[in-house]
């Protein structure tokens, strides 16, 4: 579902709502990540794919998390989730 990042540490919590903690930074996650994850803070990634809602200044991830976004990146993570929706 999505990524935050905790000092050190990221927490991957999947879609089950399972957390899982690794040691890993930010930058090494987004060589990993792949298209379906993006970066909409600069302690969160989220997956397009069970993102239900872009709003000013939050995500919303399967109608139940939100997830902060930066106003920077708040053009580009529009455009990617209206893209993932005509898919």
Known sequence: LYVESRGRYLEI?????KKIKVIMTMKEMEALAGD???????????????VTAVTKGNVVV???????LSRDRQKVMEKRYVTELMK
């Open 36 to 50: 379906e994850l993006v970066q909409c803070h600069r302690s969160y990634f989220v997956n397009l794919r069970y």
């Open 13 to 17: 919590f999947s879609v089950d709502e």
């Open 62 to 68: 399967k109608k139940v998390h939100d997830i902060p």
